[in-house]
């Protein structure tokens, strides 16, 4: 007697390989290369994972899900992604859905952070020629930063110390996790439109003290980053610790490396200035001083001629009284000393803008020193963030890895201090 035949609909036999595919695979790991990227309106992510030999089709749901994500999706990107086989009836395909995915070969923040560099240096914020210098005298300093933290207490602690005349305004916010990009951005256009109706601000301090790098992520969100280049006040990132390197680092218009560092500067600047003024005071008084006597020697001058020109003029020409009397209208004391005021008025006038030409010029030639001296400088190289290597017993700087071999003693110098290391690995990149 014949087997009876079983006859399937292809309905049918797609639902039982969709069951046998999604039983034997659901939770898998699966490592491949994006291509045929597609994001859609409603969130939903498509693209294709292949390798040299296979590809299979993947699918992310939710476009909750895909916020998380922190880099950006592109053709060629390896990544490892975690879901389950499916299987998508109408077109009887089977795909991967997937619920967790991460790049190759690099922390997905890392990543997410090179992306957001590389896009916002090709769009020129780093630029040096859109970097606001600071105020040579704040008096009024604006701080964006939690109001439980460590970091606004540094600040009040060493302003109220170094300048007790400045005045803070703390617009206290959230420095990580959920809605803390929001509200830093949403504080420094407060701040903005604060200063635009005429409460002046001259400075804005924006940080938080150290963290790990997701604590720290707010400070590398694009909607931060550009409320720091789009602010018409100057701008201060103090993020975490000297180490942290954060994008609002770069967009500010200049970066200290602890929120303390940042107060510091503030109340520098007020120092030097009040020192620089004092000089340039005492300079200008100097130069009043000689002028005032060398014009009271010229009027003793003057009195002595004009005394001894009248008896002179009196002795020769007595005999003709109306020339006489004309003459002396002319010299009289009253109309000398009119004739004196004047010169005095004009003399006083270029004093005084003799003496604003000097302290202009003095404060020009004072900047051109300080532009100087601070290109000179070879530690403004380190402050940037550079090093110097060098071998640690003949002290020779090292410029090329040929000349350095694997367990080799290199001390390296930083900014601030320097570290001691040995050459495990060499790369000739």
């Not at 089709?57 to 053709?75: H, L, R």
């Not at 001259?202 to 550009?226: C, K, M, Q, T, Y």
């Not at 180490?243 to 007020?270: G, H, M, N």
Request: net charge positive.
């Amino acid at each position: 007697m014949s087997k009876e035949r079983k006859v399937l609909t292809v309905s049918q036999l797609t639902q039982d390989i969709k069951l046998i595919l999604e039983n034997t695979f659901s939770d898998v790991w699966v490592e491949g290369e994006i291509s045929n990227f597609k994001a859609y309106p409603s969130g939903h992510f498509y693209f294709t994972l292949k390798d040299e030999n296979a590809a299979i089709n993947a699918v992310i749901f939710g476009a909750s899900f895909n916020k998380q994500i922190k880099f950006k999706f592109e053709n060629g990107l390896k990544v490892i992604c975690f879901g389950r086989i499916g299987v998508y009836g109408p077109r009887s395909q089977y795909q991967i859905r997937v619920e967790k995915i991460e790049p190759k070969g690099i922390g997905s923040l890392q990543l997410a952070f090179e992306q957001l560099k590389g896009k916002l240096y090709k769009e020129g914020l780093f630029d040096e020629k859109h970097k606001k210098p600071l105020p040579l005298m704040p008096l009024r300093v604006g701080v964006v930063t939690s109001i439980k933290g460590a970091a606004v207490r540094d600040i009040i602690s060493v302003l109220k110390r170094r300048a007790p005349f400045i005045s803070v305004v703390i617009r206290p916010v959230k420095v990580q996790g959920e809605g803390a990009k929001e509200e830093i951005a949403s504080a420094i256009e407060d701040f903005n439109d604060y200063a635009a109706s005429g409460q002046d601000i001259d400075v804005l301090i924006v940080g938080r003290g150290g963290g790990s790098i997701e604590d720290l992520w707010p400070f590398n969100e694009e909607i931060v980053a550009r409320a720091i280049f789009a602010s018409r006040i100057p701008v201060i990132s103090a993020v975490g610790h000297e180490i942290d390197y954060t994008i609002s680092d770069f967009v500010a218009d200049l970066r200290a490396p602890t929120p303390s560092a940042a107060a510091e500067i503030v109340a520098r600047k007020k120092e030097d200035i009040v020192s620089e003024i004092s000089r340039h005071l005492r300079i200008m008084r100097d130069y009043i001083n000689d002028g005032i006597n060398t014009f009271y020697q010229e009027i003793d001058e003057e009195i002595y001629n004009m005394n001894l020109g009248m008896r002179h003029q009196l002795e020769i020409s007595r005999h003709q009284l109306k020339n006489i009397s004309n003459k002396i209208y002319f010299l009289s004391p009253k109309n000398l000393l009119f004739q004196t005021a004047e010169k005095l008025d004009t003399f006083n006038k270029r004093i005084a803008n003799a003496a604003a030409n000097i302290l202009q010029a003095k404060e020009q030639l004072y900047i051109g020193y300080l532009h100087r001296l601070n290109a000179l400088n070879p530690l403004s190289v380190l402050e940037r963030g550079f090093s110097l290597s060098l071998e640690l017993y003949s002290a020779r700087v090292i410029k090329d890895v040929k000349g350095v071999k694997i367990g080799d003693k290199i001390k390296t110098r930083l900014a601030k201090g320097s570290f001691i290391s040995t050459v495990n690995e060499i790369e000739n990149n």
